[in-house]
């Protein structure tokens, strides 16, 4: 069967890579007044420390999301409006993790930390549930997924989104009162996932193997 997915593939592609690039705007070389020495230069350098945290972060999530993206439309082969639609979403919700990455950058260090981390979780909570979206759409006409995808690969490839769903959940949960525990929850799902990830072989009609998905 032809796979019909190109052009969502490609224009996929190119709103991951200006998402991922606008991350770098964030990396501001700091104001210095007069011939200041290499001492106060790296003083204020130091002092941007939540910014390079927020911008590795904030890399690292949208690449997995873009490598999970990746994997998922190779199982999807033919297109209809609502996986056009739901496609959409998730990259809606890619183009807006610049923003809660920038005020965990601008306030990660004040006050204000529990409701930027919060806001943070919250948007990967909207991405998690994207994804599901995306994937029950493909599975509900099967003649939308690649030719031989077994059951078995279909069902384990929709458990591991759905087993993510409450970690987020928590996550933004727990925000509210340990906002840092929540954040370090998210930094170590992403981890895992990036190590654990595992491509679909496809073994005709039996059981391939099921990647972590994000």
């Given at each position: 069967?032809?796979?019909?997915?190109?052009?969502?593939?490609?224009?996929?592609?190119?709103?991951?890579?200006?998402?991922?690039?606008?991350?770098?705007?964030?990396?501001?070389?700091?104001?210095?007044?007069?011939?200041?020495?290499?001492?106060?230069?790296?003083?204020?350098?130091?002092?941007q420390w939540p910014t390079y945290?927020?911008?590795?972060?904030?890399?690292?999530?949208?690449?997995i999301m873009w490598v999970n993206h990746h994997k998922l439309f190779k199982q999807i082969y033919r297109r209809n409006t609502e996986i056009m639609f739901a496609n959409g979403l998730i990259l809606f919700l890619v183009c807006c993790v610049s923003y809660p990455s920038s005020l965990l950058a601008q306030f990660y260090d004040t006050d204000s930390q529990q409701l930027v981390?919060?806001?943070?979780?919250?948007?990967?909570?909207?991405?998690?549930?994207?994804?599901?979206?995306l994937w029950f759409l493909a599975c509900r006409d099967r003649?939308?997924?690649?030719?031989?995808?077994?059951?078995?690969?279909?069902l384990g490839i929709r458990n591991n989104y759905l087993?993510?769903?409450?970690?987020?959940?928590?996550?933004?949960?727990?925000?509210?009162?340990f906002p840092v525990s929540a954040l370090l929850i998210c930094i170590l799902l992403w981890i895992y996932w990036a190590i654990s990830s595992?491509?679909?072989?496809?073994r005709g009609n039996s059981e391939g193997e099921i990647n972590k998905t994000y």
């Open positions: 069967m032809e796979k019909e997915t190109a052009r969502i593939e490609a224009f996929s592609d190119g709103v991951f890579a200006i998402a991922i690039t606008l991350l770098v705007l964030e990396l501001r070389v700091p104001e210095v007044v007069g011939a200041e020495g290499p001492g106060v230069v790296a003083g204020k350098l130091m002092a945290i927020a911008f590795a972060i904030s890399f690292f999530s949208i690449f981390i919060s806001i943070y979780t919250g948007t990967f909570v909207l991405v998690n549930l994207s994804y599901n979206l003649t939308l997924l690649r030719p031989g995808l077994s059951e078995a690969a279909i087993y993510g769903l409450p970690t987020y959940v928590a996550a933004f949960g727990l925000s509210f009162y595992k491509k679909v072989e496809m």
